[in-house]
């Protein structure tokens, strides 16, 4: 169809204004934060942030509360560094991942107990940053879920099918306890023991996965 | 694939000692409520990891307001440089520096980048002529480290 064709280009192109217009603005943006308007610098977090917290830390901290502490030191580094902050025609979400990703490595390091992530893996993610970012951050923020939830999904594949799916069930759907117990059609009791062991193989797949 | 049919059956509370059931129930009552139970908090991270939450718009915002703020690192050291000299001399000197520091587009210094240099350190052992050798990769690894280090330096996230 000829018609569909040249609409397809035609919204095409249209995106393509579209995207040049909100880069432009976004420059202008920076350049103010660059100068000294800190309204600028809350602008740009205020669109960045939520999307870097829930799809760069929180997945790799596993837990609210170190996550908000790594965006709020993500935030203040921002504030203090937007002076050294190059354009480089790609945006400013790289840029603030980047920060982002070291400020949760500082945690990590920080910590001794196992999460599903360590310190090695996010480093490895800064390392593949600088080629590896998508300039939209939508797609930057879908890929990094997908890559959290596939390190959980390839982890539980390893497992005996009934610790999968103990796990599953109980923690990633967060049915109760009792209703899990029925589905596995064991007593509460011996559902207990069987997540307590489903816990230990999952510690032991991701472990195998470095 | 990860062997776990070395462990005992799931289902198998024969082979469950009661350190085992005592472990088992501790995590069960700590997955109902917050605890420092560390499994608990492991399962919830793999809980987060798979199915993230967003950021509650109100705490989010008082972070923005907290970073916004907060005196700059510069200022602070300012502040600090005030106390070691007379009520005077301290006054004008600090509004010197500070007037410095705030037109200083890098308040933490100069960046320093790697510099282009010799190839040797890369090899311990001279290559043999005509037979293949990892030269090339060597030096194209340690450049491309070399680069990334500087954009990553130049960005300020270093």
């Not at chain 1, 390091?109 to 480093?123: F, I, N, S």
């Not at chain 2, 009661?18 to 129930?25: H, V, Y």
């Not at chain 2, 700059?72 to 070691?84: E, I, K, L, Q, Y």
């Not at chain 2, 037979?131 to 270093?158: K, T």
Request: charged share 30%; net charge positive.
């Amino acid at each position: 169809m000829v018609f569909g064709v040249a609409g397809a280009d035609e919204r095409s192109a249209m995106r393509g204004r579209e995207d040049d217009a909100a880069m432009a603005e976004e420059r202008a943006t920076v350049a103010r934060a660059q100068a000294g308007d800190r309204a600028a610098v809350g602008q740009l977090l205020r669109k960045y942030g939520p999307g870097l917290y829930r799809s760069v830390l929180l997945p790799r901290l596993g837990s609210e509360a170190l996550a908000q502490d790594a965006l709020s030191e993500t935030y203040a580094k921002v504030v203090e560094r937007i002076g050294q902050f190059t354009w480089q025609g790609v945006g400013f979400y790289p840029w603030l991942r980047v920060i982002g990703l070291r400020a949760a490595l500082d945690i990590l390091r920080a910590k001794k107990r196992l999460l599903v992530w360590e310190a090695e893996d996010v480093q490895r993610e800064i390392d593949a940053a600088q080629t590896q970012t998508p300039l939209e951050q939508t797609l930057s923020d879908r890929r990094d879920r997908e890559a959290a939830r596939r390190r959980i999904d390839a982890a539980l594949s390893k497992l005996h099918p009934r610790y999968a799916r103990a796990v599953r069930m109980r923690v990633l759907d967060e049915l109760p306890r009792e209703e899990v117990a029925r589905a596995l059609e064991v007593s509460p009791a011996t559902f207990d023991v069987l997540l307590h062991r489903a816990v230990a193989a999952l510690k032991k797949a991701l472990d195998s996965e470095r | 694939m990860v062997d776990t049919h070395d462990e005992s059956p799931p289902d198998d509370l024969a082979a469950c000692s009661d350190e085992e059931r005592a472990a088992a129930s501790a995590l069960a009552a700590a997955l109902d409520r917050p605890s420092g139970h560390a499994d608990a908090t492991f399962l919830r991270a793999v809980a987060l990891a798979h199915a993230p939450t967003a950021l509650e718009q109100r705490e989010h915002e008082a972070l923005i307001s907290r970073a916004l703020t907060r005196p700059r690192a510069a200022d602070r050291g300012s502040v600090v440089r005030r106390v070691s000299f007379g009520v005077a001399a301290a006054l004008s000197v600090a509004a010197a520096l500070a007037l410095l520091v705030r037109t200083s587009p890098t308040p933490t210094g100069p960046t320093r980048l790697a510099a282009a240099r010799s190839t040797q350190a890369l090899f311990d052992q001279p290559f043999q002529a005509g037979a293949a050798s990892a030269r090339i990769d060597r030096i194209a690894v340690a450049r491309q480290a070399d680069l990334r280090d500087n954009r990553f330096a130049q960005w300020g996230v270093r």
